[in-house]
């Protein structure tokens, strides 16, 4: 049997080797998916997603995430949620009602409190100190705000054939209070179909939502395209057009898995992601956009992964 899991950055390794594990195990692909993002909510020094995520312009963590099941087609989410430890556990649930399925800011809040999800206050303080330092900065040299995002989307497939996506993020650091990114909109930030497979996206969601690029990588797998020639042809085209209607297009990258368990990924920026499969033991890759449409995959080296733990953790001046 086949079985594998894919996900944004390398922050969503370990939570990788989890899943991978679960799913070797038999378990469902959902479990698994929620079980992975948890992994990378619950760490405190990944600042763009859960636990430890940037905040918003007003110091406010508002956190978006979704949850869509590859059988059913059905799809949980919310977004703008504060003060709960696991928005993925949050948008699974919403995932089993037929009604009010999405819910956003308040709504949704305390829709996790009536349900029993566990309250926190997610923002760390070395998140807060990072908002005060780039308030300052922004102030002082009139820097754009909206560097400091990444967003976890991962896809799983379980020995029954099942398949689930999901996604959690803080969004934009710095975004305006009531912004919603990509990530928990169905075909933007995912999209899954058990019976062909699944793509998830990370980066500027504004630009993200213009191309709906989730489903499209989604439907050209379906019309028979490997997961890295949807991956190539989605994205590929669509920077190209931003390109020539903009002049440039905010970075973005995209992941997606199919039924068999291949893969694929397409960026326009460095990027990184994890990925394992029956065959294939979990491994982080870096990508960058190649010549012609293509993607340049290498496997990661000690030396960046070294520098990426020196960085997340480095103190805040
Ligand atoms: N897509 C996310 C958003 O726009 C951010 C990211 O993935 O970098 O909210």
């Known amino acids: 049997m086949v079985w594998g899991a894919i996900a944004t950055w390398r922050m969503a390794h370990d939570g990788v ?10 378990q469902h692909s959902g479990d698994a998916v929620e ?11 990944y600042k763009s997603v859960g636990y430890g995520g940037l905040p918003n312009a007003e110091g406010i963590l508002e956190m978006d995430a979704a949850f869509m099941d590859g059988d059913s087609f059905k799809i949980g989410a919310v977004a703008g949620i504060t003060d709960v430890s696991n928005p993925i556990s949050v948008a699974r649930k919403l995932s089993d009602d037929k009604f009010n399925s999405f819910r956003v800011g308040e709504g949704a809040t305390r829709y996790a409190m ?14 807060h100190k990072i908002w005060e330092k780039r308030l300052k900065e922004i102030h002082e040299n009139n820097l754009n705000p909206y560097n400091g995002h990444d967003t976890v989307g991962a896809i799983t497939l379980d020995q029954m054939g099942s398949m689930t996506a999901g996604t959690s993020s803080s969004g934009l650091f710095m975004k305006k209070p009531g912004r919603v990114g990509d990530s928990p909109l169905s075909g933007s930030g995912f999209y899954v179909d058990s019976q062909i497979g699944g793509a998830t996206a990370t980066g500027l969601g504004e630009d993200l939502m213009k191309g709906c690029l989730s489903y499209e ?15 190539d042809k989605a994205v590929y085209e669509f920077h190209d ?5 903009y002049g440039k297009a905010g970075a973005f990258s995209l992941i997606a898995m199919n039924k068999a368990g291949e893969w694929g ?28 449409h293509t993607t340049k995959i290498e496997s990661i080296t000690q030396e960046w992964l070294d520098a990426y733990e020196k960085r997340i953790k480095a103190p805040i001046e």
């Open 217 to 231: 990588i989604v439907r050209l797998m379906g019309e028979g395209l490997s997961p890295q020639a949807a991956c």
């Open 114 to 127: 009536t349900e029993g999800f566990h309250r926190k206050n997610m923002l760390t303080e070395r998140a």
């Open 265 to 292: 990924v397409a960026t326009n920026v460095e990027f990184t992601f994890s990925v394992g499969n029956d065959k294939e033991a979990p491994q982080i890759f870096i990508a960058n956009m190649g010549e012609n």
């Open 35 to 45: 079980e992975l993002i948890k992994t990378v909510e619950d760490y405190p020094y």
């Open 241 to 245: 057009k931003l390109t020539a209607r």
């Open 17 to 26: 080797v989890k899943a991978l594990d679960l799913l070797e195990r038999k």
